[in-house]
């Protein structure tokens, strides 16, 4: 599909471009929540656009927070996941698990100490 001249294509639920309740890209026809929303949209998913460049490597993402977790993980030591038995951490949870299953005595990580995993995990 072409855009239209336009970078930001959208219609508006009245089907003008004063206020509106929700903002439809012309593009692919998504409605989002307002022109900012639309705005995001675009760039995104239409134009691909990847502003957030990694210092490290110079790999570029879309968003800051994609860009967030590969920079921890891959170019500095950001061990969150420690293990529950030794002084052990991990970059990864399942790195933990596994560390615990071999180390300690064939020991898994519990469900209740998953969910503290993944809640840290969606902090990174």
Not at 70 to 96: A, E, N
Request: glycine share 4%.
């Amino acid at each position: 599909a072409q855009h239209t001249a336009s970078p930001w294509p959208y219609t508006t639920g009245s089907g003008s471009t004063s206020t509106a309740t929700f903002a439809q890209c012309t593009t692919c026809g998504q409605q989002l929540s307002c022109s900012g929303a639309l705005r995001r949209h675009v760039k995104l998913v239409h134009l691909k656009q990847k502003d957030f460049v990694c210092k490290y490597c110079s790999r570029a993402f879309s968003t800051c927070s994609n860009m967030k977790k590969p920079v921890q993980t891959m170019h500095i030591d950001y061990r969150p996941f420690k293990c529950f038995f030794c002084d052990k951490t991990f970059k990864k949870p399942h790195s933990l698990n596994s560390h615990m299953f071999t180390e300690h005595g064939g020991k898994r990580v519990s469900s209740e100490q998953w969910d503290e995993l993944r809640r840290i995990e969606m902090q990174m």
